[in-house]
């Protein structure tokens, strides 16, 4: 019997979370989070499934990985666009995938695992002259 996956809840958008707001303390507690639940998979008897959405999942924690490992590396450096572009990405399908199997579960973080505005926040200075 397929999936419905139109029957799956909305996962949470919140705009005034941004994507350059994310940090490597998000990512290390979602990536623990999800190996929690992969474990849970694996001690019922799905370790079939569980490596199939460790698999599906991996490629995204290396974006993320690595987008935070070179932010770390090049702490005086701005983060560059098209890597924040691509940490949105992997953000955003890794909440997804959390939500749709996890949200009700004790320790899912409903506030910081939603999905991120795409744009940076502006500064003050900036959205003041815009406005002139």
Request: charge should be negative; hydrophobic fraction near 45%.
């Amino acid at each position: 019997m397929p999936i419905d996956v139109r029957a799956a809840h909305a996962v949470p958008e919140d705009p005034a979370f941004t994507v350059d707001q994310l940090t490597p303390e998000d990512f290390a507690a979602i990536t623990a989070f999800l190996d929690a639940r992969l474990d849970e998979l694996v001690a019922d008897g799905h370790a079939g499934a569980a490596m199939a959405l460790a698999m599906a999942l991996d490629p995204k924690l290396d974006i993320l990985r690595g987008s935070f490992q070179w932010e770390a590396d090049y702490p005086s450096e701005p983060v560059p666009d098209n890597w924040l572009s691509e940490r949105r990405f992997a953000w955003e399908q890794l909440a997804i995938v959390l939500w749709s199997g996890w949200h009700d579960v004790e320790g899912y973080d409903t506030v910081r695992w939603t999905v991120p505005a795409s744009r940076k926040k502006q500064s003050a200075a900036r959205v003041t002259r815009a406005a002139e």
